[in-house]
């Protein structure tokens, strides 16, 4: 996390103005400049742009972008645009734009559209795109069938380098995926891949599978699509082929939408920690009502959770009335045994989602724990005894007794090892059962620490001050 | 999150039988088939076999392994193996294995290795090299200057198709960023980029200045290395090609980088915005000593401010001796404050970091905010009442009067709307005023809002029981 509020690139100033002048040559309704300046930009930036310009505007500026830029950026666009435009535009329009864009990009698409508009995004595509799209629709959500493309460039085994080079540029793909040709037998298993860097340094004659690289790292249609992103990343690969159950390539992932995935799971990884249901769309564009949504549930699940906390003080109710001073030591020790279990947890549940850490390891973590939550519990227990005698007694004059002071430090010392140990388990032990760990973080832990400490407090305080 | 423990894909297992194989062929000493397994295997998985095998075994692994693979394989071990490697390495084989290292990777591995060692791994190197090792590591620290690699094929304007052709072979780089070339003046300025597939589209004899694309996005060294990450990401690129003040070409940075970036700055995150200052190594790789370092301050900032707490308690002491089933209810409602306002401190500290909101959004964000808290504190309210009502009083029997329930409840409905007005508010401000918003998180918005609706709490019970 850097501080600067705005991108500090020359590029990135170089882009606002772009932006600006864009609205101005849209005001002034100067199409024919707005066409040059638009086909300098990305279709990322023409997005961006296009999300500040009135919704019935749009169709208008969209109609001036040459056709693989337009595809390009309807591509790029919010779900509420792309509707938007689809409603707008002719038959012939919606045809001509969707025969540009990628077969897995048209799948996004098409699983955002209501079905009236994907009824008319089918009609507008060839009967081949729109098979290809029906298979990768029926693969299961979160799978590496569901996210792999379609696009990239197979080789027969009998092809000779420059038949290899034809077919690269028949493609006319370009894109970076095309640089790696995946040879596959008659019946479409795969074999190996060649790359453009082994194509350019042979003869133009020899035979690709006599240079393919037979070692080739792949995954399948049903495996987990966080996986293969972890592939992708471990590897350091920019596509990763997918075969089906026969072992035969049916489409590529690509790194592109690896990192998307990344990021996809590490903010449900947040959300999820921190008492949210994930988020479909950016917060800005979420309505009240689905936030609300996200996050009631959860309140209301701590909610009802406090009771077991209320419980534990009613009971403990004439040694509270006995001691009062008791009760103003209360949210230290619950926000401090939150925290430490909090810490605990978190460490553990991206350790786990990292791949770093498995069940396998729980003695380990519990032992590595253990030894952690002594050393803090017991900084913590003597930072807090000098504090209560220094500020509470010396200069707010509250005259916490010795025995009290103990008492609260013990408790101190205790909760944050139990706070901690059920910090770094309960993650490991919801993985293990098949949970997600990451809901585990927050309000669950909060709610079973909250309890044990506020039990260890007044057991303590029962036993030594004798109330 | 899927909740499948270990990878499901042939591949994966597939890996682990290979590795099962190379520790009997260690135990055996058979070295000869060893060399053949480690030559079809990728350098990460040799790496991670590695990490089970005796340390003073490794050297002797090592050897087996051919130049190349050697390299790579050192790149992707951890820091501690890669000491003893070299301490172990003849000054002939350090200098076999550093030649093939590629200069960024090289950088990485000297700024984690104590100095005897970084002099013996700079003699190693020839002098280019090394003098462009020294210019990477004085680009400060996160930038893209510190992350770029210098390896990539640069072009001069009027060089042909087949020159750059030409080019790519003698790099002899396989690669995927060799299928972008940059072209540069004679002063190294850049002028633009062709990629391989439009020099396969290309007549042999045209002029790259002529085919090339000179509407580059391109970034600067001392640009922080987050957005360059988010440049890649946005534009879905490869590689992005790195500029000095006087917009020469002086390196790239490359997407498996830019990756480990985004990965890094998200663990950052959650560190932070969990009260733990980020750890460099894996967890089970950390010491007991440096875990407590990452997270002691945190608990002891956390003790220290709940004094006042503890205060705003002990000054309402006599209103809670007169109504002591008042305390009964404080941890429902400070925990579900804590929940609220970092529910919505998470949402607004990832909207940060991932560029969605910027600080000029604040009033929309208060307005959002505003309304779902609204939302939030009445249902949780007339929650809280019901269940006050049936589970309090008609199943515990605690028999709490109407008046305390009414107190709690509008103290629940308060709490939520101030706990997420802290909660949108304070990381935008942390952001205006330069702080990092992540660390605005747990500690602050917890004790902020502790220390508000106990406020709250008392001063209502006051008015409305007379106490």
Redesign the interface.
Known sequence: ???????????EDLLEEKIEHAYELIENKDFAKLKDLLE?M?P?DIAIMLEEVPIDKVPLIFRVLPKELAADTFVEMDTDQQEVLIRAFSDEELEAVMSDVFVDDTVDIIEEMPANVVRRILRSISPERRAKINDIMNYPE?SAGSIMSTEYVDLTETATVSDA?GK??ETG??K?T??TCYVVDRNRKLLGLV????L??SPETAIVSEIMDD?V????T???K??VSK?I????L?AVPVVDREHRLVGIVT??D??DV??E????????????TP?EK???KTS??N??KA??P???L???S??F???I??SF?SA??AQ??L??????L???G???G??AS???I??L??G????K?IL??IW?EA??SV??GI??AA??FA?IML??NLL?H?NVSWMVALVICITMCLT?IIAKFIGCTLPLLA??I?????VMA??FI??IV?AVS?LIYFSIARALLNI
Request: hydrophobic share 45%; proline share 3%.
């Open positions: 996390m850097q501080d600067d509020i705005e991108f500090a690139t020359e590029a300098e990305e990322a979160d080079f690269i540029r793909l370009n970076e095309v640089y790359t453009v860097m082994t350019l340094t070692n790292i792949y995954t399948t049903d495996s987990d966080e996986d592939l990343e471990k590897y350091d920019l790194v592109d690896a990192i990344i990021q799971e590490a903010e449900e990884d947040f959300a999820k920690m921190n008492a949210i988020l950016p917060y800005l009240v009502f936030i609300w996050r009631i959860w309140l209301m701590m909610m009802v406090a009771t906390t209320g419980m003080i009613s109710e509270l009335a009062v001073v009760t103003a030591f209360i949210p230290m619950m926000d401090t939150g925290n430490s909090s810490q978190v460490t553990i991206r350790g989602s990292l770093e850490i498995e069940f390891d380990k973590v590595k030894r952690v050393l803090c900084s913590l930072a807090t504090k500020v509470n707010l509250e944050i993985k293990k098949g949970f997600d760990p990451a927050s309000p909060t709610t909250d506020l």
